[in-house]
């Protein structure tokens, strides 16, 4: 069983950054798909970032601004936002599955205008 808590939210202004941390309790080698998502008030969970083996997408209104990595060896993933936006506030949520589906608490990102 992995357990995923999530860390580095908070408040930034707009033009500025963030990095998400996601550090899972047992290894993560071994699970391939990694998820984030987001969930601003009143509206649906959006899909922001989805990694597949080496290949990650992006939402388009993301793209260019946020990058998702992973330390295999820290059994971490990150989710650095740069350039952020009024619009990116949300809660933002980690996930890994393939091997088990597990989710992080979440993150609370509030990007000031």
């Known amino acids: 069983q992995v357990q995923l808590v999530e860390s580095g939210g908070g408040l930034v202004q707009a033009g500025g950054s963030l990095r998400l941390s996601c550090q899972a309790s047992g290894s993560i080698f071994s699970i391939n798909n990694m998820d984030w998502y987001r969930q601003a008030p009143g509206q649906q969970r959006e899909l922001v970032a989805a990694?597949?083996?080496?290949?990650?997408n992006y939402a388009d209104s993301v793209k260019g601004r946020f990058t998702a990595s992973r330390v295999n060896a820290k059994n971490t993933l990150y989710l650095q936002m740069n350039s952020l936006k009024p619009e990116n506030t949300a809660d933002y949520y980690c996930?890994?599955?393939?091997?088990?589906?597990?989710w992080g608490q979440g993150s609370q990102v509030t990007v000031s205008s």
């Open positions: 990694t597949r083996g080496p290949i990650t």
């Open positions: 996930q890994l599955w393939g091997l088990g589906d597990y």
